[in-house]
Nanobody, 128 residues
Framework: QLQLVESGGGLVQPGGSLRLSCAAS????????IGWFRQAPGKEREGVSC????????DYADSVKGRFTISRDNAKNTVYLQMNSLKPEDTAVYYC?????????????????????WGQGTQVTVSS
């Protein structure tokens, strides 16, 4: 059974850091891209970052470039989102999503429609 489980969310002060994890299990495909998305209250879900099956291709929203870093540990089937210099506007529920890719695909997308499988989300609150 497919599962994407996010963890690592919480309450942090502005300027602080958090590392989110997305653990995948039961996927029916061997190679996949992972996207991180977030949804703040009253706003649409937006793509934050993604990493392709090749691991070398990543993409970031302008609002998080230079502050967030996506990475993956294939041995653990886990993708991480390191979030530094957090701002109150980063407050949202963060979701990870997966889509099958051919091995070594050199691109990924941050659009929701590109992804087939979703986790349940983890809350990130940035507040003093």
């Amino acid at each position: 059974q497919l599962q994407l489980v996010e963890s690592g969310g919480g309450l942090v002060q502005p300027g602080g850091s958090l590392r989110l994890s997305c653990a995948a299990s039961g996927l029916s495909y061997d190679y996949y891209a992972i996207g991180w998305f977030r949804q703040a209250p009253g706003k649409e879900r937006e793509g934050v970052s993604c990493i392709s099956s090749s691991d070398d291709s990543t993409d970031y929203a302008d609002s998080v470039k230079g502050r967030f870093t996506i990475s993956r540990d294939n041995a653990k089937n886990t993708v991480y989102l390191q979030m530094n210099s957090l701002k109150p506007e980063d407050t949202a529920v963060y979701y990870c999503a997966a889509v099958a890719q051919i091995m070594f695909t050199p691109y990924c997308f941050r659009e929701m429609k590109e992804y087939d499988d979703w986790g349940q989300g983890t809350q990130v609150t940035v507040s003093s």
